[in-house]
């Protein structure tokens, strides 16, 4: 099921529930308006009773009071009379508003204050009696008393204006969380809809695709007792079974795994699907197969809910092919012995004639040298440097006969370098050389083999110098970047070191850059530049040994640059 479609149901059941509770407070908002009309309603009719009341008191008079034609005027005396206790329940209504308690005070004081006077004499007689100065504070009375019921008529209006933009608000917020919330539910119903029966087309694709697959596909349900694995039930077959394993699918679903006798009988087949299940983990191995046919399978093994799926991917053919490769590396491999051996025996065997070659002629210029003539001593030189390069020669094929891995040990190539170095140290002398060089780092590899790797790199510099500039050798070494290895090929998940060989002799041109690290291969005279051509073909095997790339590059009189890459440990 689409993990959004639970999301939106809960969203859309917090924005209904949102609006449940707006519309209980908006109720609960025209509860405590209606609440507060009734008793600001209350307020303005005391202000008002007071006020007539306050009228009748101004009115009745003594002196009409006992005249049985006039007894309404006992009615506006029990009016009087009403006022001190509607003024004391008016007080009670206004005593949370501030402002009205003060302005209910100062009424209460100044009625008070007129009216004794107003029981004994009414506003007439108040003016015959020539105290009309009374009347200014009757004025005022009304007066005090219409600001208390205009006060509380304002507040009324503030109330219903607050009142009408909170409803309008929460009108506006409900009805859109509520469209919201029912746009949603409709939405992902059609989105489920739509899901529903796109799943039913996937389903139905898939069964497709796994019935043309040419490995054979199984879907199993665990069969439990006490929550023990005791078998397992096939759910799914595709038709690739029966030409694999020699199986109808009809006549296995719904089948137990150990009622196929094929499958029944394996009992680590079945402990392997019972681990599976149990631990969660995935698992591929190969199995020979030998019921019906025989064959080798790779099985794949992965737990899906309360079961498993198993895939068997027919590998007979591989099987075969990797035996018969198996059987011709090992050829290989006693042929490359025998060469190697062949190459050293060879090597070896040669020594010995161009040892009596050179020692022969040796002792011939040294004692009959004087009898020839100038003709003769030249050729005689010349047989003695062929002998010479060729006893260089064959060392330099021995050395790289027997260049193969061996074990790799934490090898400070600095300490190497040093080594070399020291070796080199007339030469250097002789020549007025400069060797300028980092730090190298401390990698995995075979001590011997970097030694020849550093010591062929060194004497190529010297061999190819300029005799009129001092020699300049510069090695450097840093970290090679990741965009480097992937430029170069070499593996991005292992960490490599670029080791950098620069010098200012005669160089070579780029065209050559390649071939200058074949067998034998020479790009200068022989006569001025002494070797055997092996030296560079050395230095790429002891590289590749390492699992490194070494390539040159070059420009001619100008000098050369040898890039060597190493990794720092090996898988």
């Given at each position: 099921?689409?993990?959004?479609?639970?999301?939106?149901?809960?969203?859309?059941?917090?924005?209904?529930?949102?609006v449940?509770?707006?519309?209980?407070?908006?109720?609960?908002?025209?509860?405590?308006?209606?609440?507060?009309?009734?008793?600001?309603?209350?307020?303005?009719?005391?202000?008002?009773?007071?006020?007539?009341?306050?009228?009748?008191?101004?009115?009745?008079?003594?002196?009409?009071?006992?005249?049985?034609?006039?007894?309404?005027?006992?009615?506006?005396k029990?009016?009087a009379?009403?006022?001190p206790?509607?003024?004391?329940?008016?007080?009670?209504?206004?005593?949370?508003?501030?402002?009205?308690?003060?302005?209910?005070?100062?009424?209460?004081?100044?009625?008070?204050?007129q009216?004794?006077?107003?029981?004994?004499?009414?506003?007439?007689?108040?003016?015959?009696?020539?105290?009309?100065?009374?009347?200014?504070y009757?004025?005022?009375?009304?007066e005090?008393?219409?600001?208390?019921?205009?006060?509380?008529?304002?507040?009324l209006?503030?109330?219903?204006?607050?009142?009408?933009e909170?409803?309008?608000l929460?009108?506006?917020?409900?009805?859109?969380?509520?469209?919201?919330?029912?746009?949603?539910?409709?939405?992902?119903?059609?989105?489920?809809l739509?899901?529903?029966?796109?799943?039913?087309?996937?389903?139905?694709?898939l069964?497709?695709?796994?019935?043309?697959?040419?490995?054979?596909?199984?879907?199993?349900k665990?069969?439990?007792?006490?929550?023990?694995?005791?078998?397992?039930?096939?759910?799914?077959?595709?038709?690739?079974?029966?030409?694999?394993?020699?199986?109808?699918?009809?006549?296995?679903?719904?089948?137990?795994?150990?009622?196929?006798?094929?499958?029944?009988?394996?009992?680590?087949?079945?402990d392997?699907?019972?681990?599976?299940?149990?631990?969660?983990?995935s698992?591929?191995?190969?199995?020979?197969?030998?019921?019906?046919?025989?064959?080798?399978?790779?099985?794949?093994?992965?737990?899906?809910?309360?079961?498993?799926?198993?895939?068997?991917?027919?590998?007979?053919?591989?099987k075969?092919?990797?035996?018969?490769?198996k059987?011709?590396?090992?050829?290989?491999?006693?042929?490359?012995?025998?060469?190697?051996?062949?190459?050293?025996?060879?090597?070896?065997?040669?020594?010995?004639?161009?040892?009596?070659?050179?020692?022969?002629?040796?002792?011939?210029?040294e004692?009959?040298?004087?009898?020839?003539?100038?003709?003769?001593?030249?050729q005689?030189?010349?047989?003695?440097?062929?002998?010479?390069?060729m006893?260089?020669l064959?060392?330099?094929?021995?050395?790289?006969?027997?260049?193969r891995?061996?074990?790799?040990?934490?090898?400070?190539?600095?300490?190497?370098?040093?080594?070399?170095l020291?070796?080199?140290?007339?030469?250097?002398?002789?020549?007025?050389?400069?060797?300028?060089?980092?730090?190298?780092?401390?990698?995995?590899?075979?001590?011997?083999?970097?030694?020849?790797?550093?010591?062929?790199?060194?004497?190529?510099?010297?061999?190819?110098?300029?005799?009129?500039?001092?020699?300049?050798?510069?090695?450097?070494?840093?970290?090679?970047?990741?965009?480097?290895?992937?430029?170069?090929?070499?593996?991005?998940?292992?960490?490599?070191?670029?080791?950098v060989?620069?010098?200012n002799?005669?160089?070579?041109?780029?065209?050559?850059?390649?071939?200058?690290?074949?067998?034998?291969?020479?790009?200068?005279?022989?006569?001025?530049?002494?070797?055997?051509?092996?030296?560079l073909?050395?230095?790429?095997k002891?590289?590749?040994?390492?699992?490194?790339?070494?390539?040159?590059?070059?420009?001619?009189?100008?000098?050369?640059?040898?890039?060597?890459?190493l990794p720092?440990?090996?898988?």
């Amino acid at each position: 099921m689409n993990k959004k479609i639970p999301y939106a149901f809960i969203i859309s059941f917090v924005l209904l529930t949102v609006v449940i509770i707006l519309n209980r407070r908006t109720f609960r908002e025209m509860r405590n308006y209606t609440n507060a009309v009734d008793h600001t309603r209350e307020v303005i009719n005391y202000f008002e009773r007071i006020s007539n009341h306050f009228k009748s008191a101004q009115i009745y008079t003594t002196t009409y009071s006992n005249i049985a034609e006039n007894k309404f005027y006992t009615l506006y005396k029990k009016d009087a009379d009403s006022i001190p206790a509607e003024l004391k329940q008016l007080h009670l209504l206004v005593r949370d508003n501030a402002g009205q308690a003060k302005l209910v005070d100062s009424i209460s004081n100044m009625i008070v204050g007129q009216l004794g006077t107003l029981m004994e004499k009414n506003v007439a007689e108040i003016i015959q009696a020539d105290e009309s100065w009374r009347l200014n504070y009757l004025f005022t009375i009304h007066e005090m008393i219409n600001r208390g019921i205009g006060s509380e008529t304002d507040l009324l209006a503030q109330r219903k204006q607050e009142l009408k933009e909170s409803t309008s608000l929460t009108n506006l917020l409900t009805t859109g969380f509520a469209f919201v919330a029912v746009a949603i539910i409709v939405f992902y119903f059609f989105s489920n809809l739509f899901i529903t029966r796109k799943r039913q087309w996937l389903e139905g694709f898939l069964e497709s695709i796994l019935n043309t697959s040419q490995n054979g596909i199984i879907h199993y349900k665990t069969v439990r007792e006490e929550g023990k694995i005791i078998n397992f039930k096939y759910e799914f077959v595709n038709k690739s079974i029966e030409n694999l394993l020699g199986i109808k699918p009809e006549l296995v679903m719904g089948k137990r795994l150990k009622d196929i006798s094929s499958f029944g009988e394996d009992d680590e087949l079945f402990d392997r699907y019972v681990q599976v299940v149990n631990t969660g983990q995935s698992s591929i191995f190969e199995t020979f197969y030998s019921h019906h046919v025989q064959k080798w399978f790779l099985v794949s093994l992965v737990k899906l809910e309360d079961g498993l799926t198993a895939s068997f991917q027919d590998i007979t053919q591989l099987k075969k092919y990797e035996e018969e490769l198996k059987n011709n590396i090992a050829q290989l491999e006693r042929s490359n012995n025998e060469l190697e051996q062949y190459a050293y025996v060879a090597s070896h065997d040669l020594q010995e004639p161009l040892r009596k070659i050179r020692s022969f002629g040796s002792y011939l210029q040294e004692t009959q040298g004087y009898r020839l003539d100038e003709k003769g001593r030249q050729q005689l030189d010349k047989i003695m440097k062929s002998a010479e390069r060729m006893s260089v020669l064959i060392k330099d094929i021995l050395s790289f006969s027997s260049l193969r891995k061996e074990d790799f040990v934490e090898t400070d190539l600095t300490k190497i370098l040093e080594t070399v170095l020291a070796d080199f140290d007339l030469s250097i002398s002789q020549k007025g050389a400069v060797v300028k060089h980092d730090i190298l780092p401390v990698i995995d590899a075979i001590p011997l083999q970097m030694n020849q790797l550093f010591y062929n790199l060194i004497n190529n510099s010297l061999k190819f110098a300029k005799e009129d500039k001092k020699p300049i050798i510069c090695i450097s070494s840093q970290e090679a970047s990741y965009d480097k290895k992937a430029r170069l090929g070499l593996p991005k998940d292992l960490l490599y070191y670029e080791i950098v060989f620069e010098d200012n002799g005669i160089g070579f041109s780029q065209e050559y850059a390649d071939q200058i690290f074949g067998l034998f291969k020479r790009l200068n005279d022989k006569q001025f530049y002494p070797g055997s051509g092996i030296g560079l073909a050395l230095c790429k095997k002891v590289v590749d040994n390492h699992e490194g790339l070494i390539y040159a590059e070059g420009i001619e009189n100008e000098g050369a640059r040898f890039f060597i890459y190493l990794p720092k440990q090996h898988r």
